[in-house]
């Protein structure tokens, strides 16, 4: 049985991260966490943390600014 290395799980602390980004981005579009856009939001969300952004502030600010290039391409 294969088995992925550690370093590909995240912590709760970073699950918790991640979900207060996506909970604040999702209140704020006023978007459903079932919608498509929310799932979206949260694989890049996930995204960007694994690529090193882990600083919620930081992480935050990335998701809006992708976000915001993402609704001038379907908008």
Not at 30 to 58: C, H, M, P, R
Not at 62 to 68: D, F, N, S
């Amino acid at each position: 049985m294969l088995r992925a290395p550690q370093s590909q799980f995240l912590r709760p602390e970073d699950r918790a991260i991640c979900q207060r980004v996506v909970d604040q981005i999702t209140a704020d579009a006023k978007w459903y966490g079932t919608s498509i856009d929310g799932q979206i939001l949260a694989s890049t969300t996930l995204t960007l943390f694994q690529s090193g952004v882990v600083n919620e502030t930081n992480l935050l600010a990335h998701v809006r600014a992708r976000r915001h290039d993402f609704t001038k391409l379907t908008g």
